[in-house]
């Protein structure tokens, strides 16, 4: 069974950082393309970030907001992800889940990208003085 | 910026069939396939709909995605309605960039 567990989420202040763990297991991470999704209180959903897997290059693309400030990694010999989170501000408060990417497409040098697949139970952050 | 918009909440009798809507912002929504997740009261979302019209494994048929070109809209279809269905769904596409883009969101009411 695929799951994913989200961990290290906790009350920072404006400013501060934070390291999101989300430890995988049911399935070969390695080969897998991974993506952080938040969800502020009340919200919608937000894509954060995805990384993809080391044979594909293991790059990183951020949503706007984020870019600069959060850094998603791997540690394919741990099976967990990580999002490094800097400079927070209060408006990062939410929800946040990890999940596996369904495998794009690829063709003529084109992704074509399948959305989130399997989705874990989030962790809570919350950014406040 | 590419948008997605979804209707805030649509209700309908178990029973009986309701379609949700997608409606891109710009550019063709076939451009990049559809996803539809569903998020009931307290938990995670899962995946009901991918690549615009294929449903995962232990998904019922009764959930169907199409898209509309013409409208540049696509569409969740639940059919035959039951409570437990009652949840927020989303739709989610990419912009030209490849980012994820979710729908604001609908509730979907089952009374």
């Known amino acids: 069974e695929v799951q994913l567990v989200e961990s290290g989420g906790g009350l920072v202040k404006p400013g501060g950082s934070l390291r999101l763990s989300c430890a995988a297991s049911g399935f070969t991470f390695s080969n897998a393309w991974m993506s952080w999704v938040r969800q502020a209180p009340g919200k919608g959903l937000e894509w954060v970030g995805r990384i993809k897997s080391k044979t594909d290059g293991g790059t990183t693309d951020y949503a706007a907001p984020v870019k600069g400030r959060f850094t998603i990694s791997r540690d394919d010999s741990k099976n967990t992800l990580y999002l490094q989170m800097n400079s927070l501000k209060t408006e990062d408060t939410a929800v946040y889940y990890c999940?596996?990417?369904?495998?794009?497409?690829?063709?003529?040098?084109?992704?074509?990208?399948?959305?989130?697949?399997?989705w874990g139970q989030g962790t809570t952050v919350t950014v406040s003085s | 910026n590419f948008m997605l918009t979804q209707p805030h909440s649509v209700s309908e009798s178990p029973g009986k069939t309701v379609t949700i809507s997608c409606t891109g912002s710009s550019g063709s929504i076939a451009s990049n396939y559809v996803q539809w997740y569903q998020q009931r009261p307290g938990s995670a979302p899962t995946t009901v709909i991918y690549?615009?019209?294929?449903?995962p494994s232990g998904v019922p048929d009764r959930f169907s995605g199409s898209i509309d070109s013409s409208s540049n809209s696509a569409s969740l279809t639940i059919s035959g309605l039951k409570t437990e269905d009652e949840a927020d769904y989303y739709c989610q596409s990419y912009d030209s960039s490849n980012q994820g883009v979710f729908g604001g969101g609908t509730k979907l009411t089952v009374l």
């Open positions: 690549e615009d019209n294929q449903r």
């Open positions: 999940t596996t990417d369904r495998v794009p497409g690829y063709s003529y040098g084109v992704y074509y990208y399948y959305g989130m697949d399997v």
